[in-house]
């Protein structure tokens, strides 16, 4: 029996069934995981939008073990340094003149954003609704379930927390149509990301802030998956002429250790008070340390401009195979987050680039999602780009030998 196997078998016995994987990974070194059994894949998920500094960074896992031997916890009760020197960063790389909260992932993140309007909103007019968008995805949480108006994940959880409602996305008459006398914020993806790789148009989001503007209402960036540099800036608005009053921050911002963060301009920089949010482990020293570093690398290693060259030779790529197939139909989306939409089926494709050494996402039922850590060199590109024609040479292509 493979190592692989083996462990599949006893992962299906005692974890929940919430995933249905079938790698096992061992480790990981810049662009590449290991499995269980030594077989190196590319990896084109960068663990879903985590590893943008790509996997043991050096510089990164330094920063881990020095700041694991001095303190690994201390509670929020007590101030660590980490901690504080990241939020004076993302201040800094936001432009929004406000503060931070610290948590632990995206949802808990999204969930603090929820509450913090909310605690605005209650002072200001006692409103409460948030309009959020079809095919957006905000977290797992009972809120940001509701928050994510999306059928298949909220099914068999009622029921949901109220006071979300949903509108189309880059449809600015649909927003206008959900906003009422209780509407006290507007929470959105600039690119929506497990809903299909969707950027917003720089309409909608001008739309968006100005609509914000009339009616005094917050907007809310979800950058938890479009943050840190997959778009080619900081965070996925700054592609756009806007800026939010308060956006979210997960998955790549600890460099692979959990981390959340929940940034705010300056207005909003003091609702929340003394006991009126917490986190436990919210800002630990640890994954603070990591995020530090991870803001580091990607400055010195220029990746935010590498997310858009890569993400353009990328995109060229998958253009070309657009072209070539009648059952693909659509590239879309932003430096190196790009989503191939399938007339069709996803899960064939996936599972050939597998078979060819690469793993990729799925976004929704109809698109593959290539989300490759930024640090991706174009000799590695190349070589991908290669596994990905002929993976779908395979699935679409086997009749024309
Ligand atoms: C992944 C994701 C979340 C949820 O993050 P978790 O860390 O899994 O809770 C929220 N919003 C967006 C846009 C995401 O991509």
């Not at 992962?11 to 480790?27: E, L, N, Q």
């Not at 101030?79 to 800094?92: G, I, S, W, Y």
């Amino acid at each position: 029996m493979s190592k692989t196997t083996e462990i599949l078998e006893a992962y299906r016995k005692s974890v929940m069934g919430t995933y249905s994987p079938s790698v096992v990974v061992a480790s990981g070194k810049g662009v590449t995981v290991r499995d269980a059994d030594g077989l190196i894949l590319y990896d084109f998920t960068s663990g879903i939008g985590v590893q943008n500094a790509g996997y043991s960074h050096p510089k990164i896992v330094k920063a881990i073990q020095d700041q694991a031997a001095l303190i690994t916890h201390c509670s929020n009760l007590f101030v660590n340094e980490p901690a504080t020197r990241l939020a004076e960063k993302l201040v800094e790389l936001s432009g929004l003149g406000g503060k931070v909260f610290f948590c632990n992932s995206g949802a808990e993140a999204n969930e603090g954003a929820i509450k913090l309007a909310r605690r605005w909103g209650a002072a200001n007019g006692g409103r409460y609704e948030i309009v959020t968008f079809r095919q957006g995805f905000h977290g797992r949480t009972l809120a940001t379930l509701s928050a994510t108006a999306q059928g298949w994940c909220q099914e068999g959880y009622d029921p949901l927390p109220v006071g979300f409602v949903y509108a189309d996305y880059n449809d600015l008459e649909s927003v206008k149509a959900a906003v009422s006398d209780k509407t006290v914020a507007i929470m959105l993806e600039a690119v929506q990301g497990e809903g299909g790789v969707t950027p917003a148009t720089p309409e909608f989001m001008r739309g968006v802030r100005e609509l914000c503007d009339e009616k005094n209402l917050l907007m809310i960036c979800d950058e938890v998956q479009s943050g840190m540099g997959r778009t080619g800036k900081w965070f996925g608005w700054q592609n756009y002429d806007v800026q939010p009053d308060l956006f979210t921050l997960a998955k790549a911002l600890g460099g692979g250790l959990p981390i959340g963060a929940l940034v705010s301009n300056k207005r909003l920089a003091d609702v929340f008070t003394p006991g009126s949010h917490a986190s436990t482990f919210g800002g630990n020293p640890v994954a603070a340390a990591a995020g530090l570093a991870t803001i580091e690398v990607i400055e010195e290693e220029g990746l935010l401009e590498k997310a858009v060259s890569r993400g353009e030779l990328l995109r060229e790529a998958l253009a070309a195979e657009v072209d070539k197939y009648d059952q693909l139909l659509e590239v879309r989306g932003m430096g190196l987050m790009l989503g191939l939409v399938v007339d069709g089926d996803t899960k064939p494709i996936v599972q050939a680039l597998q078979d060819q050494g690469l793993l990729a996402l799925t976004a929704g039922p109809h698109v593959v999602r290539f989300l490759p850590p930024l640090v991706i060199e174009e000799s590695d590109l190349e070589e991908a780009i290669d596994m990905i024609s002929d993976a779908l040479d395979c699935v679409y292509g086997s009749g024309e030998e």
